[in-house]
């Protein structure tokens, strides 16, 4: 199967600070990538979609001046998570699909963020 | 609205076989996924179905029913490793992955 990575896999930061998380489609071009955020025990919820080269859509709820999504090429899409807060620690999950709308998505390992 | 109903948890013996079912309601329908998610990682994909049947891969299978809007996964010979959470996900008619909540399945010695 296609191969996703993220970086990076854990991240502690202090409140008020930005972070960046990186996704990398290593062995296919990734039309479409997709950003997750799934809460202890709880199911997948989807932040946002990204299409190399066009602005990000974002799901209802999430402030896109908050959660910056550039997917500048193919293979890379990066979500910052701007003044983070406690609230924000979560485990944000990329996704990446091809061309083919019916594609399968294929997730990347996952980062931990924790704020302090 | 859209819905994907799933059991939240199931048990089930090391050897045995479990049977995970999905009932969907979405706009349009473009096929149905499934996902293996370990405890504190990310999800994997197991299977994808469009069409009516049965599909196999290996100790894994999963059916659909569009006419029911159903499916299910199932797993047999069932090892200690397969404990994990069993995700269904229906793509929308926007092509959109419609996510049910999970089912966690534990694996009894």
């Known amino acids: 199967g296609a191969v996703v990575s993220q970086h990076p896999s854990w991240v502690i930061c202090k409140s008020g600070t930005s972070v960046k998380i990186e996704c990398r489609s290593l062995?296919?071009?990734?039309?479409?990538m997709f950003w997750y955020r799934q809460f202890p025990k709880q199911s997948l919820m989807l932040m946002a979609t990204?299409?190399?080269?066009?602005?990000?859509?974002?799901e209802q709820g999430v402030e896109k001046d908050k959660f910056l999504i550039n997917h500048a090429s193919l293979t890379l899409s990066t979500l910052t998570v701007t003044s983070a807060h406690p609230e924000d620690s979560s485990f944000y999950i990329c996704?990446?699909?091809?061309?083919?709308?019916?594609?399968?998505?294929?997730f990347g390992p996952g980062t931990r963020l924790l704020v302090l | 609205g859209q819905n994907i109903d799933q059991p939240t948890e199931m048990t089930a013996t090391e050897g045995a076989i479990v049977q995970i079912n999905c009932t969907y309601q979405?706009?349009?329908?473009?096929?149905l996924f499934w996902y293996q998610q370990h405890a504190g990682e990310a999800p994997t994909f197991l299977s994808y179905n469009v069409l009516d049947g049965l599909e196999e891969k290996g100790r894994f299978s999963s059916f659909l029913s569009r006419s029911k809007g159903y499916s299910y996964l199932l797993l047999k010979e069932l090892q200690m490793k397969d404990s994990a959470s069993y995700l269904c996900?229906?793509?929308?008619?926007?092509?959109?992955?419609?996510w049910g909540a999970g089912t966690k399945l534990i694996i009894k010695p």
């Open positions: 990204s299409n190399e080269g066009s602005k990000a859509t974002y």
């Open positions: 996900a229906a793509m929308d008619s926007n092509y959109q992955l419609i």
């Open positions: 979405t706009s349009g329908f473009n096929g």
């Open positions: 996704s990446a699909r091809g061309a083919g709308p019916q594609e399968t998505q294929y």
């Open positions: 062995d296919f071009q990734a039309t479409t």
